[in-house]
């Protein structure tokens, strides 16, 4: 199965969020200046997530981009999903009923087992890892953490 460039952009864009955010709005050009993706780019898969209920937008000179659920409530399959579609190591895996010229083919074919079971543990293991998990790994390894919002304090 091929992770398409959308999928991993995604996969980092809403990790930046959750992770410099900090539950609050993330500007597009800072998830595009430390992710190091264009941000033309990143309004494009962000309109992927938003559809799919990963990402919430809130307008305004404090707006910004925040998660929809909870971080723990997000996985890397969600997102994958929602970037690129089905989960699928081949394209045989998508088809419901074959074309009649490949029926016989469709119905003899052995190694479709192999692809099915592959399909599972992807979806499986995919299914499993958090956005939250993620946001732990960097904590461990010491990923700098930026906090986007600048406070502003009056005396």
Known sequence: MRITTTSRYGLRAVFDVAYHGAGQPT???????????SQRYLEQI??????AGILMSRRGPRGGYTLARDASQITIGDIIEAAQ??????????????RKSHQELFSACVTRHVWKETQRLLKEYFGSVSIADLCSMARRQGVHRELDH????FI
């Open 85 to 98: 579609g089905p989960i699928v190591p081949v394209q045989c895996l998508l088809e419901e009923a074959p």
């Open 150 to 153: 600048n406070y502003m304090y």
């Open 27 to 37: 500007q597009i050009k800072d998830i595009a200046r430390r992710q190091r993706i």
């Open 46 to 51: 962000f309109n992927r997530l938003l559809k």
